[in-house]
């Protein structure tokens, strides 16, 4: 068995790790996609540029910095407070492991609208934030599995001469 062989199996691993941990919090799935392309780039020749390297390093920095954010802001914009935030999280957090997979989607909307009614917002003000909260959620995993698959397109189609 070569090196290469090693680096390949490595990187269908990372690969495929990265894209579930692209919908489960715990797992930093696009950065772990990113590794992938990183292993493939160990085996002789290598399969890109380095600037193609860096070029999706700073993209996977970018969408993990915006898949914090993304949920926040839309917590916020539709009237969440730091209750609804953390109530978010929280619903995830036992939404993924009490009700999977189902809990990973819904977890964070009733986390959401909790944390609001704990704070003392009305039911509608909370909804609201529930909604976002679940909105920035789902637009914050689409964007991590858009560029893991992208970069799970790169590692295939390089490593097996497609």
Do not use: R
Not at 12 to 23: A, E, K, P, T, W
Not at 71 to 77: A, E, R
Not at 120 to 136: P, Q, Y
Request: aromatic share 14%; net charge positive; proline share 5%.
């Amino acid at each position: 068995m070569s090196i290469d062989v090693l680096w390949i199996s490595i990187g269908m691993v990372l690969l495929i790790v990265g894209i579930v941990g692209c919908v489960l919090p715990v797992i930093p799935g696009q950065i772990l996609s990113w590794g992938s392309l990183l292993m493939l780039q160990l085996t002789s020749p290598p399969h890109f540029t380095a600037k193609f390297i860096v070029v999706w390093a700073l993209i996977t920095a970018a969408v993990t910095l915006l898949d914090y954010y993304v949920p926040v802001w839309g917590t916020k914009k539709l009237g969440g407070s730091k209750n609804g935030i953390w109530g978010a999280t929280f619903g995830l957090v036992i939404g993924i492991f009490f009700f999977p997979p189902l809990g990973l989607i819904i977890g964070p909307f009733v986390g959401a609208f909790v944390g609001e009614l704990t704070a003392g917002k009305d039911t509608h003000t909370a909804f609201k934030s529930g909604l976002g909260s679940f909105v920035g959620f789902v637009a914050g995993t689409m964007m991590k599995l858009a560029i893991s698959f992208v970069m799970g397109y790169y590692f295939i189609v390089n490593a097996f001469n497609l």
